[in-house]
T-cell receptor
Framework: DGGITQSPKYLFRKEGQNVTLSCEQN?????MYWYRQDPGQGLRLIYY???????QKGDIAEGYSVSREKKESFPLTVTSAQKNPTAFYLC?????????????FGSGTQLSVL | GDSVTQMEGPVTLSEEAFLTINCTYT??????LFWYVQYPGEGLQLLLK?????DKGSNKGFEATYRKETTSFHLEKGSVQVSDSAVYFC???????????FGDGTTLTVKP
């Protein structure tokens, strides 16, 4: 079955540590996105990529980094510069050719600080 | 820039009650509009969508009509069930093809 896989489901970060969240899709979608969700709030865009080897900052990119070396993969690194990383992180993808196509979401990673 | 404003929650209803969740938007051009649903501990799933003015999206008894004159896309269901308990997000995808904008979400709890 086609879909998006995020791992791990739960992740704990120590002070000063960088951690990487995995996102893999087998939908053959060009565009991929990372969102952050805080309790009671909507989704805020961190980074997005519309094609391999290219990505753009979203609304809250500070303290995060990404790479897009393969079409299927869009990992997100939460760096030590992100002072408030505790949140639920969602990865999504979309068929870039269809302007009105929906977003497909992974099941999320809950990141907490130890 | 684009923005989406949703009715604040939480919303608590009894089973078989009528549901309305209000959503209004601000965008340039002609956005596509979406409702997504999120169950606890999961990602979002598309519930319904509408791509142009006066379109009605519908799925699983839920409906929403794209009203350009009032810039609204209110979600309705005639008779809710306990299984409808979830968080509902209104979203738009505007002329900037790379990005979607989401509302803050409305938590719905349906009691037996």
């Amino acid at each position: 079955d086609g879909g998006i896989t995020q791992s791990p489901k739960y992740l704990f970060r120590k002070e000063g540590q960088n951690v990487t969240l995995s996102c893999e899709q087998n939908l053959n979608h060009d565009a991929m996105y990372w969102y952050r969700q805080d309790p009671g709030q909507g989704l805020r865009l961190i980074y997005y990529s519309q094609i391999v080897n290219d990505f753009q900052k979203g609304d809250i990119a500070e303290g995060y980094s990404v790479s897009r070396e393969k079409k299927e993969s869009f990992p997100l690194t939460v760096t030590s510069a992100q002072k408030n990383p505790t949140a639920f992180y969602l990865c999504a993808s979309r068929d870039r050719q269809g302007r009105n196509e929906k977003l497909f979401f992974g099941s999320g990673t809950q990141l907490s600080v130890l | 820039g684009d923005s989406v404003t949703q009715m604040e929650g939480p919303v608590t209803l009894s089973e078989e009650a009528f549901l309305t969740i209000n959503c209004t938007y601000t965008a340039t051009g002609y956005p596509s509009l979406f409702w997504y649903v999120q169950y606890p501990g999961e990602g979002l799933q598309l519930l319904l969508k509408a791509t142009k003015a006066d379109d009605k999206g519908s799925n699983k008894g839920f409906e929403a009509t794209y009203r350009k004159e009032t810039t609204s896309f209110h979600l309705e269901k005639g008779s809710v069930q306990v299984s409808d308990s979830a968080v509902y997000f209104c979203a738009l995808r505007g002329d900037n093809a790379g990005k979607s904008t989401f509302g803050d979400g409305t938590t719905l709890t349906v009691k037996p």
